[in-house]
């Protein structure tokens, strides 16, 4: 099993390297793909030292998958290249989730619509992703008609950048900005770039992506972005409209029953998810249920993942894992260039 990572030095793409290990993922050949500035610099996994490729040198060593994490730009050029050499891409960029014959997954919910024909896999939107893993078991039983969100999205969000200029801001050093503001004791109600209908193009991946990822296109999605001064790990309030009426104890036991889902929902004892202690998780948790006040079937709750792991490079190895368990991907060794491993002696 060939496994490519691109973007093998960025937030993700490290995370991924991290998650890979420790989920024992049963990958015989690693390949860390970077930018040009970064080939032939050195990364450690599981003990050992491995050289960064570049990515047309990837392409040519056939990996059996792809990890891509690189922006959509790249994804975009690069993904059907890999993809034309029989390696299944899971790219979690924006660039392919909402092309109509590319499937956008979260496994838990909608794994089943993979096929061996599907060489490009999206992943989804961080922020739609943990909403999801909430919204969908409860859909099946009470239907979802709406939903208001807001969230509330850490740094980490935009890479490297966006927490070194928190970080340079808190500890009152110069440095390079991402954000049109300050970030340090702010809030800003803008992630990526606004639309013609005033909302920003993050919102509008939680309207669209949600539909698609729970086959409903019928559910209303309200979103408000906001990125806030924390590190990692991000959180969403959410007001949730039903069709049909629900007991609030029963559908606490659905979310405890759901697997991925952790409810934390004990307010009297200050017990609620919360950005710190999601950190490194890969789970998604939940708290502060209650019903809505204001109108009937209606829910709300607040939601909190590591937008890193679940987020990000967690969901896309859970697809990887979906397709070998399911037999979608042949683990049988494809002929093609070996991968340069450094023994520990040699890189020091």
């Not at 999605?221 to 906001?226: A, G, H, K, Q, R």
């Not at 990125?227 to 991000?234: A, D, I, L, S």
């Not at 969901?315 to 491993?341: D, M, P, V, W």
Request: glycine share 6%; net charge neutral; hydrophobic share 40%.
């Amino acid at each position: 099993m060939r496994v490519a990572v691109v973007g093998a030095t960025g937030l993700v793409g490290s995370t991924m390297l991290k998650v890979l290990e420790e989920r024992k993922f049963p990958l015989t050949q690693l390949i860390p793909v970077a930018s040009e500035k970064s080939v032939g610099k050195e990364i450690v996994f599981k003990e050992e030292f491995y050289r960064v490729k570049g990515i047309l040198e990837a392409v040519y060593l056939k990996p059996d998958i792809a990890f891509f994490s690189a922006g959509a730009k790249v994804s975009r050029e690069w993904a059907p290249k890999f993809a034309k050499e029989g390696t299944t891409v899971i790219d979690n960029s924006s660039s392919w989730r909402m092309e109509p014959n590319i499937p956008l997954v979260v496994p838990e919910i909608n794994g089943d619509v993979l096929t061996p024909e599907d060489k490009i896999i999206a992943n989804p939107n961080c922020s739609t992703i943990q909403m999801v893993m909430v919204l969908n078991p409860l859909h099946k039983k009470y239907k979802v008609n709406r939903v208001v969100v807001s969230t509330y999205q850490s740094v980490s969000g935009t890479g490297a950048k966006g927490v070194m200029q928190l970080m340079n801001e808190r500890e009152g050093n110069t440095g390079e900005t991402i954000y049109p503001h300050s970030i340090d004791l702010n809030c800003l109600p803008h992630i990526d770039v606004f639309m013609e209908n005033n909302y920003t193009r993050e919102e509008m991946k939680m309207v669209n992506e949600t539909r698609k990822i729970m086959r409903a296109p019928h559910i209303q999605v309200s979103p408000t972005c906001v990125r806030v001064p924390v590190r990692g790990g991000h959180s969403e309030s959410v007001n949730v409209e039903f069709e049909n009426d629900f007991d609030l104890n029963e559908l606490i036991q659905i979310l405890k029953n759901t697997p991925g889902v952790i409810v934390q929902d004990d307010p009297a004892n200050s017990i609620y998810p919360m950005p710190v202690s999601a950190e490194g998780k890969d789970e998604v948790f939940v708290g502060r249920i209650r019903r809505g006040l204001s109108l009937q079937n209606t829910l709300n709750c607040w939601i909190v993942a590591d937008n890193l792991r679940k987020g990000a490079a967690t969901n896309a190895i859970q697809i990887a894992e979906y397709l070998i368990q399911q037999r979608i991907i042949n683990r049988e060794k494809k002929s093609g260039g070996e991968t340069e491993q450094i023994s520990t002696s040699q890189a020091t």
